[in-house]
């Protein structure tokens, strides 16, 4: 179906390309398209990963994992790093607050696992963590305040490894101390050759709007690219994102959780090509039958997401086993059931389940009742 915006696109070309949709090159890296997903802590584990990646994203982000505990040996963190079936290309984003921990850290995972230290394609170094635990140890958005530390971090991981690297800044500390042009500047002399920009400052967290005109600032003054982060919840608010700044690209994080769906939308509205449909990438054999787009035989919403959901369930297993699948996948399908009729009740059900069987058992009870529920229209879910 053409999308209401290709006759705009096609006049209006971003960064000398006709779609909105297209490669970005990072360094060495080339990815063949420019939506992501997010690093989101406790979220984008090997399951969501695999889900959002088969429906659609182009490059997705391990949550953020310390060098420090990886430099310790951390059995935790090491498993964080691992790749899903078909995920490639990757990235992995990494924490530290300072060059020393890098070294060590990638010993630690050369002796442990050796096959990991070629199974990714892109080091991202977190500038933007607010929580207090990380920031205290320098790391995250401590960053945002101390550029030559910033550049210091930068260079020892550029030296540690022949794969790209890239950052991830806020755009600063609070709003009297706003620093992601002088922190950009720095990860790029450093050797950063790829810089996401989420505008909002430790102290805002998470709330307020994300000021998409400090994105426009970077990308007109940035010689690498320029991802945008923040607030993308539909296609339409995906496509404002590329326009209204010109950024290479964009990553989502909460507007994917419960909805990996939401990149097959954005894929499908922005560029209506039938070669560069989604969902042609990534289905491994392990854990599903492989595709994990809708199955066709149940239409509507949210009957597509709640398949999704019920996928999700199967992976999260296959990947952490039956008891942490348990604990992880309760907010994940919190989410699934955002904005269906009935939906507290559900959640409240959903909380006090024992574990993924009974999670089955409610979703399928769900989806029984899914044909009666109204479709929202196209480009919302919520
Ligand atoms: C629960 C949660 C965990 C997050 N964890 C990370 C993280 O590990 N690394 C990171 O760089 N950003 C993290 N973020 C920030 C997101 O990647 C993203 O920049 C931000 O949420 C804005 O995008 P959104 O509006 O699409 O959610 C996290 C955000 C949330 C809500």
Not at 182 to 210: C, D, F, N, W
Request: net charge neutral.
């Amino acid at each position: 179906m053409p999308s209401a915006f290709s006759a705009f696109e096609a006049d209006n070309p971003v960064n000398g390309y006709s779609s909105l949709i297209h490669p970005i090159q990072a360094g060495s890296l080339r990815v063949s398209g420019n939506i992501f997903l997010a690093p989101v802590a406790g979220y984008s584990d090997r399951a969501f990963r695999r889900l959002c990646r088969e429906a659609g994203a182009y490059l997705t982000f391990t949550e953020m994992v310390s060098l420090e505990a990886l430099a310790r040996g951390s059995e935790g963190s090491l498993s964080l790093l691992k790749a899903a079936e078909g995920e490639r290309p990757r990235a992995v984003q990494v924490f530290a607050g300072s060059p020393q921990v890098i070294e060590p850290a990638w010993k630690m995972i050369r002796r442990r696992t050796e096959e990991l230290v070629e199974d990714f394609d892109l080091v991202d170094l977190n500038c933007g963590c607010p929580v207090p635990k990380v920031v205290k140890s320098g790391a995250g958005a401590a960053l945002m305040q101390d550029p030559d530390r910033l550049s210091e971090i930068v260079a020892a991981l550029s030296e540690s490894t022949d794969k790209p690297v890239s950052v991830k800044l806020r755009s600063g500390w609070d709003e009297g101390s706003i620093t992601y042009l002088e922190a950009a500047k720095a990860a790029v002399r450093s050797g950063a050759q790829m810089i996401t920009l989420h505008p909002r400052t430790r102290k805002q967290g998470y709330s307020g709007a994300a000021d998409w005109s400090l994105i426009r600032r970077l990308k007109d003054e940035s010689e690498v690219p320029v991802i945008g982060s923040g607030d993308v919840t539909d296609p339409d608010s995906a496509r404002r994102l590329l326009t209204e700044t010109g950024c290479d690209g964009i990553m989502i994080a909460r507007g994917a959780f419960g909805d990996p769906l939401l990149f097959q939308r954005i894929r499908d509205t922005l560029d209506p090509s039938p070669d560069t449909k989604s969902g042609q990438g990534a289905a491994g054999e392990a854990g599903t039958s492989g595709e994990s787009r809708a199955d066709p035989a149940i239409e509507g919403y949210p009957a597509s997401r709640l398949s999704i959901a019920l996928k999700h369930i199967d992976l999260a297993v296959f990947y952490l086993g039956k008891e942490r699948a348990g604990k992880e996948l309760k907010k994940h399908l919190a989410a699934y059931v955002k904005g269906i009729p009935g939906a507290a009740a559900f959640r409240d059900r959903l909380v006090r389940a024992a574990g993924p069987e009974e999670y089955r058992l409610i979703l399928h009870e769900i989806l029984a009742h899914a044909s009666e529920i109204p479709s929202p229209p196209p480009g919302r879910v919520d």
